[in-house]
């Protein structure tokens, strides 16, 4: 039961990975779109009739109906150079390569927007537990969705459909890259919302409840004086797994609500 617990724990945190691929997508390359940038982005409404107009069908698929892409099919996965990605639906900045890095998922991943303009982040049930879900903030095109095991500074990982984007070299548009760097400079914080971070508290603290509940009730409430004695074996120190699983997941709990304050501030 502990071990199923565990095995459920993992697939959870496998994330991206754990979502379906759409139908067949054809493997396009990235539009390139040349336009006035504004430095902040507009808000953008249209019909699906008109988004379906200026969208090929795989990008309306994962932008306007949030489909998947097929993870290792993005050009944007290879992408290194200097530059800006924007939604491919209004064209709005919303990563540069500076955050970019290679995650292994097969789909092109940041740790960082450019500023709290550029994304919102709502939370997901599609799946059993709940993900945040990554939006264009102008026009609330569907991108991705962002995970906790990101590298330093932030530790996000925001996994996008390449699809959802284009990229425009710096030496391409040297006026986006000049936006885009003011906008970066601001400094702006994205805050989490509260129920991406909630439910694996919850889960954390109850695997260590269970955990540590069932240390104490096949020892005792004073397991701990299992050292205590004289006739101390080695079998007794495989008794206290429980507890040392129970702990670790008591003290990923309170990690995770340390790192969500910290971030809230
Ligand atoms: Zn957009």
Known sequence: ?????????????????????????????????????????TKVEK?????????????????RKEGTERPF????NDVKEDGTFRCAGCASPLF???TKFESGSGWPSFYDPIDAEAVDLTVDYKLVMPRTEVTCKSCGGHLGHVFDDGPKPTGKRYCLNGVAMNFILDTEDPALANSVMERNTGGERINMPLMSVLPGVALDAAVAVLFISSFI????????????????????LLELGPLAIGAYYAA????????FATKSE
Not at 48 to 59: H, N
Not at 73 to 76: E, F, I, N, R, V
């Open 47 to 63: 019909t699906d009739a008109e988004w379906k107009e200026i969208l090929r069908p795989e990008q309306f698929n994962v932008l």
């Open 96 to 98: 540069t390569t500076a």
């Open 252 to 259: 990923r709990a309170s990690q995770k609500i340390a790192i």
């Open 1 to 41: 039961m502990l071990r199923v617990l565990g095995l459920l724990i993992g697939s959870i945190s496998m994330s991206c990975a754990f979502q379906l691929p759409t139908s067949t997508q054809r493997i396009a390359a990235p539009i390139r779109v040349r336009a006035v940038t504004p430095l902040l982005a």
């Open 217 to 236: 009730s096949k020892n005792g409430s004073d397991g701990l004086a299992l050292f205590a004695g004289d006739g101390f074996e080695i079998g007794q």
């Open 73 to 76: 099919t993005s050009p944007l």
